[in-house]
């Protein structure tokens, strides 16, 4: 991010800093209470995409050469363990890990406590609010516009409410192809024994299973219960079943768990669950990409219909997403659909973040 002016602007002047350190402006955002970091402009991976490199490549080299970025970023004392952050690209395109082209309005590489994901719903559902209004569609249209996104898993497009003068919500998107990897798989998980669990893919992959397997309850049992039973039904999965992606095998990994109420089969209430992803990160909202594995695993099992919706609570914070299988399609061996997500974003404000050379934590500590 180019540096802020020192002076003018009515005492708007940036703290000391070093001047050959970072100065990273962000855009704060929520969906559903999941945080999301926005850096708008980062020169090194303009660059990069400029050059021709794919997303996925530039994710992995984003891991090599700027991962302090993502560190003073995500991390105490500027984030948290829950944050969530996304560096944008304008323009890009293509399948995953394809070369930019000017297809898309902007690029999206998504950060988070340890490491880079490749698809988030709700940053989808917030960057298609920013987008519109941060000027990203040169010309938005009444009273919803499109805004076409490529992520690392692909492209993706939002449909953002638009007003002539704001963005507003509802927002939803259109995913990549969503299917199921595995289902009804056993797994021994150390200290629950075997447990039956399905595999999604949402732009990502995720293992589901009902907590009543760990004897747990997804709405009541203590979050340090569920997430120390999600981690080790993550942990299990990974030795235990080897996943296959069938564009790349950079997308070929376990996100996380997510835990349910077991409640799979079509209902006009709410199902709820929890994910948990990453280094035992929880996200706050109900997980757009878990959406779509969930909705394509409902789907694939006959639970739900073609554009039958299903709402979706996180039960972290009650909040909602909705989904639900708009399109069958073919995706390598596997039959998918596309799903519509939808749910609300929120801006929160802006921040200026700097960093002194001599500050032995200026890149960030993990404190759990």
């Known amino acids: 991010m180019a ?50 490199l794919s997303l996925l490549s530039l994710r992995r080299e984003m891991a090599a050469a700027q991962d302090h970025v993502r560190r003073a970023l995500m991390h105490e004392p500027r984030g948290h363990a829950g944050m969530y952050g996304v560096v944008v690209v304008a323009g890009g395109g293509g399948g995953a890990g394809g070369a930019a082209t000017t297809s898309a309005h902007l690029s999206a590489v998504f950060l988070h406590g340890a490491g880079y994901s490749t698809m988030c719903g709700h940053a989808v559902l917030a960057l298609g609010r920013f987008a519109l209004d941060y000027g990203l569609v040169a010309v938005p249209s009444c009273p919803e516009t499109a805004v076409h996104l490529h992520c690392p898993c692909g492209p993706v497009t939002a449909f953002v409410p638009w007003d002539g003068c704001r963005s507003g919500n ?12 595995a289902i009804d798989l056993a797994i021994d998980v150390p200290g629950h024994g075997k447990v039956v669990v399905d595999i999604g893919y949402g732009g990502t992959f995720y293992a589901f299973v009902s907590a009543k397997q760990l004897g747990l309850d997804v709405c009541s049992s203590k979050t340090r219960d569920l997430v120390s039973a999600a981690s080790a039904v993550t942990e299990a999965v990974k030795k235990q079943f080897k996943l296959h992606h069938p564009e790349s095998e950079d997308l070929a ?16 209430e709410p199902t709820t669950n929890i994910c948990v992803f990453a280094d035992e990160q929880v996200d706050r909202s109900p997980t757009g990409s878990g959406v779509m594995a969930r909705i394509a695993l409902q789907y694939h099992k006959g639970l739900i219909q073609m554009n039958q919706t299903r709402t979706f609570r996180s039960s972290t914070t009650g909040s909602l997403f909705t989904g639900k299988a708009v399109k069958a399609t073919r995706f390598g061996d596997y039959n998918a659909v596309i799903v519509e997500v939808s749910g609300e974003a929120f801006y929160t404000g802006t921040a200026t973040f700097t960093v002194e050379e001599e500050d032995p934590l200026k890149y960030g500590f993990v404190f759990k």
């Not at 001047?19 to 855009?27: E, F, I, K």
């Not at 509802?170 to 990897?181: L, T």
């Open 3 to 52: 540096a802020a002016a020192e002076g003018g602007g009515g005492g708007r002047r940036l703290p000391p800093h070093s001047p050959s350190g970072l100065v990273l402006q962000t855009v704060e955002m929520h969906t559903g209470g999941e945080p999301l970091r926005i850096i708008p402009r980062l020169e090194a991976a303009e660059e990069a995409v400029a050059g021709g």
């Open 170 to 181: 509802p927002v939803r998107f259109h995913s990549v192809p969503a299917f199921a990897a």
């Open 253 to 268: 990994f376990l996100y996380g768990t997510i835990l349910t109420d077991g409640k799979d089969a079509f209902s006009e």
